[in-house]
């Protein structure tokens, strides 16, 4: 009691934080390694080995195999993890901003938030990581991801964290919101020494990291032994929050000493949060394995009880009568052998008897059953099998929203998830000078300068939606096709096409193009651009549609004047050009003008006679 009353968890409000921020993360490491035990027992269960190795926690074991290692084992939790994971992650959450009141220059800085938003998630590889985001969620029940700066290249970098270097004070975190966030990893010396060995401060910066002590809990993941010549240094990286609109406190330090110290002004960690199941209290989730750990262990121990009994009774016994005088040499495997009898003696008997009761192997069904029914998981999901009968596109799409509705509320937590990210990303573009964007999109691959469509936070909020998918597999997309021929909204020739390999994609882009044209100038027009001459071979009649409905919509929303001129400029060109092709349309089929034909020869009048 006398060790934890001298720790100052406080360590913010420390002159010299360094020192408290390493005692406070080591002392709630050392108070939580219940947590860390879980841990380990849930990346075991979903792994299927005796042993996964984590920090502080690892166990040794030789590289041979123990006899429980070779026991036949059903893995009904990675099962279960891998099938969530591919329901959760076919969808990509895409963020949405929407004003709030605000006038036409905010909503129209909105409108590029949205483009800015899905481009800040590509790059930085969210996207690409979010299967072992949705993963980690369901193994470990909390799934944290950290976004970077990287200095040299003046980007935002997603970072996957491992769950057991992460530490909140539980007395903090009762209620699931806790202000104070530490991180402790171990790094490299070496590369602890490149990244910090510059700038202002660097003699002192090396100093500490010279004095920090090695890391003493590096261990080999496979073997569990300690790793020769790694020489690791933990890293504490602690964000405490402000509040009443004052900053907080960000602080990275090791053992040795502080590396850095600065404010920190957003109202979040640089962190986007994502759990599974809600605990009853804290900030920790629960996970697939914590639900069904003691199922998985059921089963396992009834199918190694299985392969012992197959083992033992692989060889059924055979039974001689002691005074048929036949030679046990006899008794063979082989395929019609021919064994003679004395007369009167009876014949061998071979005696099968059942390895287990048949209650044994429907107790192991019911207990994989029971798995996937606790996560809402059907059987047919986890083996990939459809339902008897369920053939058409249309009856499979309504199976899948059926079977949706049991983790809607995980679906909206990944919503969220998406959400939290974009919040972290556009704090940590305020702290990029000139940071800009790849919006990611094939058709214009426009860069959007963070500088350009900076809008306050009180003028939007953030909404999210799934990225609606086209059907995948080949089948399905076939039966797609055939329903949007049978609906008429593509010929049957265009079917025909696609039918042989359906690329919906680029055949919606290829339909689209001549409206997609008259959009990009139209948005080009509501940047500040002059009028230019409208595309004369793009569909003129949808493209003065298109036109006119913005530019009425932007003249009720208060656009500027000068946007509205050159939205009335291009709209009166477009007039002009649909009005010159509608006359030269018309004259092409008038009828050519009938030739003249020659006047008919005069009769010639006979002379009068002479009188």
């Not at 809990?217 to 073997?223: E, K, T």
């Not at 509320?409 to 000139?434: H, N, S, T, W, Y």
Request: hydrophobic share 40%; proline share 8%; with cysteine.
């Amino acid at each position: 009691m006398t060790k934890t009353a001298a720790i100052n968890h406080r360590w913010w409000l420390a002159a010299e934080p360094a020192a408290g921020l390493v005692a406070s993360c080591d002392d709630i490491a050392r108070r939580e390694i219940w947590r860390t035990r879980d841990l380990l027992t849930s990346w075991r269960l979903y792994g299927g080995r005796k042993w996964v190795n984590l920090r502080q926690i690892g166990q040794t074991r030789d590289r041979g195999l123990s006899t429980s290692d070779v026991m036949v084992r059903f893995n009904a939790i990675a099962s279960t993890v891998e099938t969530l994971v591919a329901r959760l992650s076919k969808s990509r959450p895409a963020p949405q901003f929407v004003t709030n009141g605000a006038d036409w220059k905010i909503r129209r800085q909105t409108e590029k938030l949205n483009k800015f938003g899905k481009g800040v998630l590509h790059s930085s590889r969210f996207y690409d990581q979010l299967d072992g985001f949705v993963r980690e969620c369901l193994v470990a029940g909390t799934c944290l991801v950290k976004f970077c700066i990287d200095e040299h290249a003046k980007k935002i970098r997603a970072e996957r964290v491992m769950p057991w270097e992460i530490f909140v004070p539980p007395w903090e975190a009762e209620r699931g919101v806790p202000r104070t966030l530490m991180q402790r990893t171990p790094v490299d010396r070496e590369a602890l020494r490149e990244a910090w060995g510059t700038g202002d401060g660097k003699t002192k910066r090396l100093a500490a990291i010279d004095a920090s002590a090695s890391s003493a809990d590096v261990r080999d993941a496979s073997v569990g032994r300690f790793e020769e010549g790694a020489d690791m240094v933990d890293v504490y990286e602690g964000w405490h929050l402000g509040c009443d609109g004052g900053p907080g406190r960000h602080v990275i330090a090791v053992s040795g000493g502080l590396l850095l110290d600065e404010p920190w002004k957003p109202e979040r960690w640089p962190f986007a949060v994502m759990t599974w199941d809600e605990p009853p209290n804290g900030f920790w989730g629960v996970g697939v394995p914590s639900h069904n750990e003691s199922v998985q262990y059921e089963i396992n121990n009834l199918l190694q009880k299985v392969q012992v009994s197959i083992h033992l009774h692989a060889h059924p016994p055979t039974f001689i009568d002691s005074q048929s005088d036949v030679p046990p040499a006899h008794i063979t495997n082989e395929a019609g052998a021919i064994i003679k009898l004395p007369p009167g003696s009876s014949p061998p008997t071979r005696v099968v008897v059942p390895i287990m009761s048949p209650e044994v192997y429907q107790h192991i069904e019911t207990l994989k059953q029971s798995v996937y029914e606790r996560e809402g998981v059907s059987m047919m999901a986890a083996t990939g099998v459809k339902p008897a009968g369920l053939d058409a596109a249309v009856a499979m799409r309504e199976y899948n929203d059926t079977m949706s509705e049991r983790h809607m509320v995980q679906g909206r937590k990944l919503e969220k998830f998406a959400i939290d990210a974009v919040e972290v990303c556009l704090d940590l573009a305020e702290m990029i000078p000139g940071f800009e964007v790849d919006t990611m999109d094939r058709k214009t691959n426009e860069r959007l300068k963070w500088s350009d469509i900076k809008v306050a936070r009180d003028a939007f909020v953030l909404q999210v939606f799934p990225v609606a998918s086209l059907p995948q597999s080949p089948p399905a997309r076939k039966q797609y096709v055939s329903e949007l021929a049978q609906a008429g909204w593509i010929t049957p020739q265009k079917a025909m096409a696609l039918l042989d390999m359906p690329d919906l994609e680029e055949d919606s882009d290829n339909t689209n193009a001549a409206l997609n044209v008259i959009r990009s100038q139209v948005e080009k027009i509501l940047d500040g651009a002059k009028a230019m001459a409208p595309e004369p071979r793009a569909n003129l009649p949808q493209a003065l549609e298109y036109s006119v409905g913005v530019l009425l919509r932007e003249t009720a929303n208060g656009a500027p004047e000068d946007v509205l001129e050159q939205l009335r400029r291009y709209v009166a060109q477009l007039e002009k050009t649909a009005a010159n092709a509608a006359q030269a349309m018309q004259a092409a089929q008038a009828p050519p003008p009938s030739a003249q034909m020659p006047a008919p020869p005069q009769p010639v009048m006979a002379a009068p006679p002479i009188a």
